[in-house]
């Protein structure tokens, strides 16, 4: 038996993005961003781990908007422009470049990424999807579930259907993509409000995670405290983050992705270069964004950077894997005195700080993974959470607290002077929709089916939590408030129009092709029980 486990948990999430009305979307490239330097640099580094018979074992979330982005025919082809005008600027850059050697060597690198992306990208054929699947039936990835929308749960479930409705869809929406159902869950920020997991252990979640004091102060309080799951009491296991990894990977003062050697972030030539060179690859408005393409690294706090050298980066990287399985190792040796059981690590990360945030961050993971695997004895092992409960099926009984992550783990972000004007809202709009759900029983023709079907899309795009973080942070603000409400009175108006029996064909077809997520939604999904 191993000395004890590391579980590897990506959370890949993006808010469902989609506007066929505009030309180009500033939110759309969230997800062209994330697909470039996050999405498809994880797929790259399984391939090579799996061709070079490196184990890995990674537990993967892939959130039902990020999911359905990923399988809609629209944003693929929408992808593939932002990829061939990425591909034009590094060929460009590798030109303007050729005489300082400093930056000649960057733009080249970034020239070969953005090739190898393109292959891999039109060998899949634009579909993401197929190449998760894959992955997960080599055995590298398990691939598991969040919320329908991201809704934060604590907040919005003032309505046990809401809560239910979120978990159903997501369930529902996984197995339609991916063939198979999630044995686990995501709770949309850690967001745990006891009881939910009744709502899990209904749809068949074994597992999901908390941040370690949800685990830290359950009742009664964990023996093995955030080194084993608890099970809930509805048979549902919880596992806790663990504080010491994720310190060392997510902090960019005290964590790795701050090392002067990595890529500086906030550095791009879509501010750095004459505006007529670089206007064809911003906003059409000339308003300057990134593009991704940045040249120097962090050097320090200065604003004064030196040039970035990947070679020195990737040293670092391997560096820091290093470091991550030293220090993994003698935890787990100082914790295995203290437990009659192997230990379990759970190190849950956003997705997208690696190769987004942390631009070396894939690079970083594939050498953790390829220096564990070269070592002649083991000190842990590579494991999901339901390998660990086919291994440890008895675990303690126990009710976690009410947590979150984010700033004081209790909710605070998400229920802040710039945000909780949303919940009245949409409280309100959970009521009505589940008393549409059970008024209509059966629709009386087709077109009252299509605008109930609807009425519930819309209701749930509005409760993304996506859109309370962004009026926390104050980043595209306007954008965030803007969706809330578009969505919420395109809600409220397809319910009047319901009940008058006026519905518009039109404008219900336009609201189905512009907002088509899960596009087998069935508004009874909203129905109370047993109605």
């Not at 089916?449 to 409760?463: D, F, G, K, W």
């Not at 578009?486 to 518009?504: A, C, G, M, T, V």
Request: negative net charge; charged residues 25%.
């Amino acid at each position: 038996m191993p000395s004890g486990y590391v579980a590897l948990v990506l959370h890949a999430h993006l808010p469902y993005v989609r506007h066929p009305e505009e030309e180009y979307s500033l939110a759309e490239k969230w997800y062209h961003e994330a697909v470039t330097e996050t999405y498809i640099p994880l797929i790259q580094m399984v391939h090579r781990l799996l061709e070079d018979r490196v184990p890995i074992r990674l537990t993967v979330s892939l959130s039902p908007p990020l999911a359905s982005m990923m399988a809609d025919d629209f944003i693929q082809k929408r992808y593939l422009r932002y990829l061939e005008r990425l591909r034009e600027l590094a060929a460009k850059e590798v030109w303007r470049t050729k005489d300082d050697p400093r930056f000649h060597l960057v733009a080249r690198m970034y020239q070969k990424k953005f090739e190898e992306i393109y292959r891999l990208y039109n060998y899949y054929r634009g579909n993401l999807i197929k190449a998760f699947q894959e992955l997960q039936g080599e055995g590298a990835l398990e691939l598991i579930t969040c919320a329908a929308t991201h809704g934060y749960l604590p907040l919005i479930g003032l309505h046990r259907e809401v809560v239910r409705a979120q978990v159903e869809v997501a369930v529902h929406n996984h197995f339609r993509l991916f063939g198979q159902p999630p044995a686990g869950l995501w709770l949309p920020e850690c967001g745990y409000n006891p009881g939910d997991d009744a709502i899990l252990k209904k749809y068949n979640i074994k597992y999901f995670f908390l941040d370690a004091h949800g685990i830290l102060y359950a009742t009664p309080r964990p023996r093995y405290s955030i080194f084993a799951p608890v099970v809930t009491p509805s048979g549902v296991a919880a596992f806790g983050r663990d504080l010491e990894s994720s310190e060392q990977v997510w902090s960019a003062q005290e964590g790795y992705p701050g090392d002067f050697d990595y890529r500086e972030f906030y550095r791009d030539i879509g501010y750095d270069l004459d505006f007529e060179y670089i206007k064809p690859y911003i906003h059409p408005s000339g308003l300057r964004v990134d593009t991704g393409l940045k040249y120097y690294r962090i050097t320090g706090k200065t604003e004064l950077k030196e040039p970035y050298v990947p070679e020195w980066a990737s040293e670092k990287a391997k560096i820091h894997a290093g470091n991550f399985l030293f220090n993994r190792e003698h935890q787990i040796k100082y914790l295995a005195t203290y437990m009659d059981r192997p230990p379990i690590i759970v190190c849950p990360y956003d997705a997208e700080l690696f190769g987004h945030w942390w631009f070396e961050g894939p690079q970083w993971l594939e050498s953790l993974f390829r220096q564990v695997a070269s070592l002649a004895h083991q000190p842990f092992i590579f494991i999901t959470p339901s390998d660990y409960l086919e291994r440890f099926p008895i675990n303690q009984p126990a009710m976690p607290c009410m947590s979150s992550w984010g700033n004081n783990g209790y909710n605070e972000v998400w229920l802040d002077g710039s945000n909780d004007w949303i919940y009245r809202h949409l409280h309100n709009a959970a009521e009505a929709m589940i008393n549409l759900a059970n008024l209509f029983v059966a629709p009386r023709d087709e077109l009252t089916r299509r605008a109930l079907n609807q009425a519930a899309r819309e209701l749930l795009l509005a409760q993304s939590s996506d859109w309370a973080f962004i009026m926390k942070t104050g980043t595209m603000v306007d954008y965030a408030i803007g969706r809330t409400k578009k969505h919420l009175l395109n809600f409220w108006k397809l319910k009047e129009k319901i009940e008058q029996e006026s519905i518009d064909k039109e404008w219900l077809q336009e609201l189905e092709e512009t907002d088509n997520i899960f596009p087998d939604l069935n508004y009874r999904v909203f129905a109370s029980e047993g109605v």
